[in-house]
């Protein structure tokens, strides 16, 4: 197994292991079980804000992870270790997001199933939602990363994660919430192709400054 392959099995397996995946799920369907309560029971009305509900409740529960993602590996001199063996640190950010991802958004996609029975979307706008999430939460992921890097050993890093990861995170939220219009999609994938493609830059610098 090489060295990124070890750093995804170990990020899946930690997810799993330590409630990196329950927690976030459980909070993402409580939401989606309280949001009928304040509403109230028209269902024209929760099939229509279904989709954005579920993508903000989709980002709230992404940020309950981010702590975990980085700063156990820099206290425990992990990631030093990985410098050592001159593995390069966006490389290292590049399988933490693989393996967050992984380990993430398939649990997110199986709860979506049944928060959307929950707030009555239609079946036919079910299946652009889950699309949306497919191609959003690798962007999202890659943003989680990002800030837990950036956020790594700070004091009241869970509250900053927020601050960080949130404003950068609007862009995913509105694309996907509107799925199911001409081109949104297409923004979309933009957007996560982009966060993917930078995010492992920014989490490799932060984790570097951090060794250092």
């Known amino acids: 197994m090489s060295a ?18 329950a927690l976030p799920v459980v909070f993402f369907l409580l939401v989606a079980i309280l949001f009928p309560f304040a509403v109230g029971p028209d269902g024209r009305l929760l099939a229509r804000i279904a989709p954005g509900v579920i993508w903000a409740a989709a980002l709230l529960a992404a940020l309950l992870p981010v702590e ?36 993430f958004a398939p649990a997110l996609l199986a709860a979506t199933m049944i928060a959307a029975g929950l707030l009555q979307l239609p079946g036919e706008a079910l299946a652009p939602l889950l699309l949306a999430l497919l191609i959003g939460t690798p962007g999202l992921a890659a943003l989680g990363v990002a800030t837990a890097a950036l ?33 949104a999609l297409k923004l979309l994938g933009a957007v996560s192709l982009l966060l993917v493609a930078g995010c492992p830059f920014v989490a490799g610098a932060a984790m570097r400054m951090g060794r250092n």
């Not at 070890?6 to 995946?21: M, P, Y």
């Not at 009241?156 to 694309?175: D, T």
């Open 151 to 183: 956020v790594a050993g700070l004091r009241g890093a869970g509250a900053l994660a927020g601050l960080v990861m949130l404003p950068f995170a609007v862009p995913l939220l509105i694309f996907g919430a509107t799925a199911g219009e001409p081109g």
């Open 4 to 21: 990124y392959a070890a750093i995804v099995w170990r990020e899946l397996r930690r997810a799993w292991s330590t409630g990196g995946v």
């Open 68 to 103: 975990r993602l980085v700063t156990p590996d820099l206290e425990r001199g992990i990631l030093d270790q990985l410098a050592v063996r001159r593995l390069p640190d966006a490389g290292i950010a590049a399988a933490k997001i693989a393996g967050h991802w992984l380990g």
